[in-house]
């Protein structure tokens, strides 16, 4: 039944003028007449029921003028025979807190920002120091800013006395048990700044991820449309850091979003018309509408035409964390395919430091092995290796390429996670994808920056590739 027919039409339907008139016939019409309504009702209820509920409903362009910018920390002493320099991540963050005038939302892993932290005594955890301190200065109650944290719930040998000095301070901190949520961790690192500038990337909260560490990321300036979707995937980690809360079997309206892979936010970026979306892990977190990370990945290298770069600390198809031990091939499957499917080139610049795990280097190895002119096949491995002195040597786990990116000739994919399966089954990532592909602009676009970094490192004397006879030991 169409319920937008007038009421008055569905009784001329039904009765005629002299059965009204009639005595039997009044009868009917007021029986009819309380019997429509009843009707009408049963048939909503029966649409409220049956049809799936509707997301949250924006307009699918966005008007503001949001700038990206990628930004980057290059190790102490790491040089690069390059023009390709991007601003740091130290001074994207001192922006932003300097444009907060209401909010800033932290969503992070852990916080050791300070040489105490690490139990060193480094010079260059100066900036990590001096991070903290306007952080802290933010929170104060007379600076008018909301701070809000989300952190990882610490382990036992995990420094908190950053937190302590934030919540002391008039910061609102929640601490996120993932562990029993999920069995994974809170792996997030990004910022949300008056729902209209926001930082997403590889970097920790972590001196470290400052001064010693390689890390990429991106800011992005007034964009309330995109700030506000990620501020919903910021109040799925708030809402869980509440004492005794667990995941919802179905999140609620608010948390759903309309911007996805399928139906990509459009806006303009740096003057220049995009589509742009966030994914999340893992799926338990995901509300309505809203990407997995898992599988932003997997449509990302599915629609690349010419290459995919990936650029990631630890690359190991299994569930690094499980035991048993656990196969888990989906990335690996879909790189396999389309280099040989479409003959499409893929290149992978993995880590190679004290941590990486043995375990990691044979499925680099079997990976660069699919690689034959004469059939067209190529695929390459290369590790990227961030040298270090005596001095910077003692620093605990610091001298790595942390990146955490994917580039194709038609996507910039800039994410949290490393690439095993427990990042995207149970623990809690997000990341940024970006299509500037039919853009026409005279300026580089975002794709095309990151495929600068990329080249950069891969041509770079830190990176060796992988073949048969890589001695793994002597170069790690």
Not at 265 to 276: D, F, H, K, Q, V
Not at 323 to 336: A, E, F, G, V
Request: net charge negative; hydrophobic share 35%.
């Amino acid at each position: 039944m169409n319920s937008d027919v007038p009421y008055e039409k569905l009784v001329s339907l039904k009765m005629s003028e002299e059965e009204i008139q009639h005595p039997h016939g009044a009868q009917k019409y007021y029986k009819f007449v309380l019997l429509v309504p009843t009707l009408l009702l049963v048939v909503m209820l029966f649409q409220t029921l049956l049809l799936p509920p509707r997301l949250h409903t924006h307009n699918p362009v966005c008007s503001d003028s949001c700038r990206l910018v990628l930004v980057e920390s290059i190790p102490e002493g790491l040089d690069f025979n390059s023009s390709t320099i991007n601003p740091s991540i130290y001074q994207a963050w001192l922006n932003l807190i300097g444009e907060a005038q209401s909010s800033l939302d932290i969503s992070s892993f852990y916080w050791t920002l300070t040489n105490k932290d690490t139990h060193t005594h480094e010079p260059t955890a100066n900036q990590g120091e001096n991070i903290l301190a306007e952080l802290t200065r933010l929170s104060k109650k007379e600076s008018g800013v909301s701070v809000r944290i989300a952190v990882s719930t610490p382990g036992e040998s995990q420094p908190e006395e950053d937190i302590i000095i934030l919540k002391n301070a008039g910061a609102d901190v929640r601490k996120v048990n993932m562990r029993e949520l999920t069995t994974g961790v809170l792996h997030t690192k990004f910022w949300v700044v008056d729902k209209k500038h926001v930082y997403i990337g590889s970097a920790n909260m972590d001196w470290r991820s400052l001064t010693q560490v390689k890390e990429l990321g991106a800011v992005v300036y007034n964009c309330s449309c995109l700030a506000e979707d990620l501020e919903k995937i910021f109040e799925a980690y708030w809402y869980l850091g509440e004492a005794g809360k667990s995941i919802p079997s179905h999140w609620p309206a608010s948390f759903s979003t309309s911007y996805n892979k399928d139906t990509p936010m459009e806006l303009p970026l740096n003057g220049t018309s995009s589509r742009a979306y966030l994914s999340s892990s893992p799926p338990s977190l995901c509300a309505d509408g809203r990407t997995q990370d898992l599988q932003a990945i997997l449509s990302v290298i599915q629609d690349a035409h010419q290459f995919v770069y990936i650029a990631v600390m630890n690359y190991l198809p299994a569930m690094e964390f499980s035991y048993p031990k656990r196969y888990w091939s989906d990335i690996d499957t879909q790189l396999r395919r389309v280099a040989y499917e479409r003959r499409v080139r893929v290149r992978l610049l993995i880590s190679c430091w004290g941590s990486s795990q043995p375990a990691m280097f044979p499925f680099l190895r079997s990976l660069a092995s699919v690689h034959d002119p004469k059939s067209k096949l190529d695929i390459q491995v290369k590790l990227f290796i961030v040298p270090a002195n005596p001095r910077q040597k003692e620093i605990p786990y610091a001298r790595v390429n942390h990146n955490k990116y994917m580039v194709t000739d038609k996507v910039a994919y800039i994410g949290t996670s490393n690439w095993s399966g427990d990042y995207f089954v149970n623990t809690a990532g997000s990341a940024l994808v970006v299509n500037q592909t039919s853009a026409q602009s005279t300026e580089p676009t975002v794709q095309e920056q990151l495929q600068a970094v990329f080249e950069r490192d891969w041509d770079s004397s830190y990176s060796s590739p992988v073949n048969q006879h890589t001695d793994f030991k002597s170069l790690c």
